[in-house]
């Protein structure tokens, strides 16, 4: 049973999400940013000049950039500088501290980003006299904004790792089936010719539809390992998700579930396929592990650019160890499951520049929540 409701739902999420995901950085924008940020330090009185050491996640080594100031700096205080033998100790990370050269008569300060591999991610400015609390306090600005957007950046990466292996065991496992698949609908479309008068004929049949149906499946399975070919339009997200109901309310009458959400809905930019296929999923999950005569919540919630979309059963939840395990192919607690749902789920958020994640309920019983970008829009009338 479908019952319309708008209860509270507060916006969580056990990590941060950036506001917009369309536009994740890559290497050039971070160098970018970096040699930026050290422009304009090295033009700011007393400031004459500025340099990050910070590291690369790609290269696997420390990068030097430089102010443009570098220029009028001799090569025996460059190298005095690239040798780091004024760095005595190791500051706490995101704090200023005042450094003493001997080589050098500027006023130093450095300002730690972090500590990788046993050596030092800095920022390191000379002034021509001794900087103010406020001046050593945007030191700290500049030095959180450049770790804000290096965690971003590292996020990007290991979420291209992500999508990049889910697509490999999609393509694999979708191929692998394929040919055997194919193989047995042609025995199937013989046998219903041959026997277009036994009264094995409508078992023939049967057994062609089925496979025709799996074929198909494993056509969509091997689509949604495409990233790069999302059919995304505007969308909404209360009639996609009442559409996934209404083909479960067979499932959802025979153990007298009721599902509640809310009357209001937004518009999102998406492939409605993939999408409803994700839905199909996750709904299915929770009626499949909710008791009879039991109650489905389903929340939305704008917020800052990007939707919550959380699912609440009223089951037994989901264990502490397999909650880090769920999303792994081929990992099923469920009698003949193939373990690929939640993988495929996952993937397609992924590749809507969204996220996934399942945790217990405060109230007990499972809960899946998901993170999707907001079109451009104003949210949709219900």
């Not at 730690?112 to 390191?124: A, Q, T, V």
């Not at 081929?330 to 996952?346: D, H, N, V």
């Amino acid at each position: 049973m479908l019952v319309g409701s708008q209860p509270p739902s507060p916006f969580s999420s056990p990590e941060h999400i950036p506001e917009d995901l369309g536009n994740l950085p890559d290497a050039r924008h971070l160098e970018q940013l970096s040699q930026l940020q050290v422009d304009q330090l090295g033009r700011r009185s007393p400031i004459y000049h500025a340099r990050i050491i910070h590291y690369d996640f790609l290269s696997k080594e420390h990068q030097l950039i430089t102010s443009l100031s570098s220029s009028i700096l001799s090569s025996d205080i460059l190298a005095y500088l690239k040798s780091e033998v004024w760095l005595l100790d190791f500051p706490l990370v995101l704090t200023v501290t005042k450094v003493s050269f001997d080589a050098i008569s500027a006023k130093g300060y450095v300002c730690p980003l972090g500590y990788r591999n046993l050596k030092p991610e800095y920022l390191l400015v000379l002034a021509d006299q001794d900087l103010s609390e406020a001046e050593q306090a945007e030191l700290i600005t500049s030095a959180s904004l450049l770790l804000q957007y290096q965690s971003l950046y590292l996020h990007y990466c290991d979420q291209q790792t992500e999508i990049q292996l889910l697509e490999q065991v999609i393509h694999r496992v979708g191929h692998q089936l394929r040919n055997p698949l194919g193989l047995i609908a042609l025995y199937a479309e013989s046998l219903c010719l041959e026997l277009s008068s036994s009264r094995l004929q409508p078992q023939a049949t049967s057994i062609r539809e089925t496979v025709q149906d799996v074929l198909n499946h494993l056509t969509e399975l091997i689509y949604c390992g495409k990233g790069s070919q999302l059919r995304s339009m505007p969308h909404d997200l209360r009639s996609l998700i009442t559409e996934s109901l209404r083909e479960l309310e067979p499932m959802l009458q025979r153990k007298g579930i009721q599902v509640r959400y809310p009357d209001t809905s937004v518009e999102l930019r998406m492939d409605r396929l993939q999408m409803k296929q994700v839905f199909d999923n996750l709904l299915r999950n929770a009626i499949d592990y909710s008791p009879e005569g039991s109650t489905i919540a389903i929340h939305w919630q704008p917020f800052q650019g990007e939707v919550l979309i959380q699912i609440t059963d009223q089951g037994v939840g989901i264990a502490t160890t397999d909650l880090q395990k769920i999303f792994q192919p081929f990992y099923s607690q469920r009698p003949g499951g193939t373990g690929l749902g939640l993988t495929i789920a996952k993937k397609i958020v992924l590749d809507h520049q969204g996220h996934l994640w399942a945790q217990t309920a405060a109230a007990g019983g499972a809960q899946f929540s998901i993170t999707l970008p907001l079109t451009r829009e104003s949210p949709c009338p219900s």
